[in-house]
């Protein structure tokens, strides 16, 4: 594996085994010295165009934890803000030893230019991709899914074969939502995809998901083992020419996650959101603080699974059984 551009791009294998190393990362989080030697001398970049707050802390925790260097690239403020393109910004670190290029940019298919342009020779991670794709939000999802969900035990090398995940809310905008059709059809597990039908994008019975207008249908006839509610993405919908849906109240009756559809869930349910949220439209204050939501441990688990893929691009190798090897080292420099 080169890069990390899409989840369609990963099979059962690939996808298991950036699971399994992200359960081996996350074993050395609970030690008092949570550094590991791996990328020592590496430099990765986190070349953002698009804000973000929690997925560029995430991957730049991710990649300190590694002992790699990093270097924050925002748009704001630097040459991009004056002109610069995409291609001479990539020369630009090129020179400066990137190993890797964590990229989070509003053109969709930005990532896939990157790394097939050959303006870099560093892997290339996508971080979000306009309405496309977020690869490693996809896999945190579906790690925490196995975490609570694949059985009791150890759930090393299991997939989410007979999991039902019920996928809420704005489809149209989420590029969250696209990462993860793909990947939990790879590891498996059966989707349902509900949302008004202006919120769907054109194309969407192609997808190897199921589509349903009708959440309380859905969680009394399927019982979803969970639910993963998306945020309105009110950013990116003009108001021009009428919105997407009447009203927020007239959304949050049809599509919003409360305590009363919450007790339709089945007692193992748990619920899901990429975050940020939007209280009291998509999910109310009951839902996210319930005890069945795990939406705070997806914060945590994304720091394991962007070390594992960053582990797996820059260090390869048998890395499930290497990555077991570091944690078993005590004494690494913090």
Do not use: C
């Not at 560029?56 to 040459?79: P, Q």
Request: glycine residues 8%; proline residues 4%; hydrophobic residues 45%.
């Amino acid at each position: 594996m080169k890069h990390l551009l899409s989840t369609a791009d990963l099979d059962v294998a690939d996808a298991v085994r950036i699971l399994d190393t992200a359960g081996s990362m996350a074993a050395t989080q609970g030690r008092e010295i949570k550094k590991l030697p791996t990328l020592r001398g590496r430099t990765v970049v986190n070349l953002f165009f698009e804000d973000s707050t929690r997925t560029r802390i995430s991957f730049e925790t991710a990649a300190k934890r590694l002992s790699a260097d990093v270097i924050n690239f925002s748009a704001k403020g630097s040459s991009v803000s004056k002109g610069e393109s995409l291609k001479d910004t990539a020369l630009t670190l090129q020179a400066m030893g990137a190993d890797a290029v964590v990229i989070r940019h509003h053109a969709s298919g930005a990532p896939h230019t990157l790394a097939t342009s050959g303006w870099t020779d560093g892997a290339v991670i996508n971080a979000g991709d306009g309405m496309h794709q977020h690869p490693t939000q996809a896999l945190l999802d579906a790690y925490t899914l196995r975490r609570h969900l694949a059985g009791p035990g150890d759930v090393t090398g299991r997939d989410l074969a007979g999991l039902r995940v019920a996928i809420v809310g704005d489809v149209l905008h989420s590029r969250v939502a696209r990462s993860n059709v793909h990947l939990l059809h790879t590891l498996g597990a059966e989707v349902v995809l509900v949302a008004p039908p202006t919120l769907l994008p054109v194309g969407v019975g192609a997808w190897p998901a199921r589509v349903s207008y009708h959440l309380d249908e859905v969680l009394a006839d399927e019982k979803p083992d969970a639910i993963m509610m998306l945020r309105v993405q009110r950013e990116r919908m003009s108001s021009a020419g009428g919105g997407f849906f009447p009203s927020p109240l007239e959304y949050t009756r049809r599509y919003g996650l409360d305590a009363r559809r919450l007790a339709l869930l089945p007692e193992h349910a748990i619920v899901l959101h990429p975050g940020p949220m939007n209280r009291g439209l998509e999910i109310s204050a009951d839902a996210a603080d319930s005890t069945r939501a795990v939406i705070v441990e997806q914060v945590a688990n994304g720091v394991a699974v962007r070390m594992a893929v960053l582990y797996l691009l820059l260090a390869g190798g048998d890395a499930p059984a290497r990555a077991a090897a570091t944690t078993d080292e005590t004494k690494v420099d913090a």
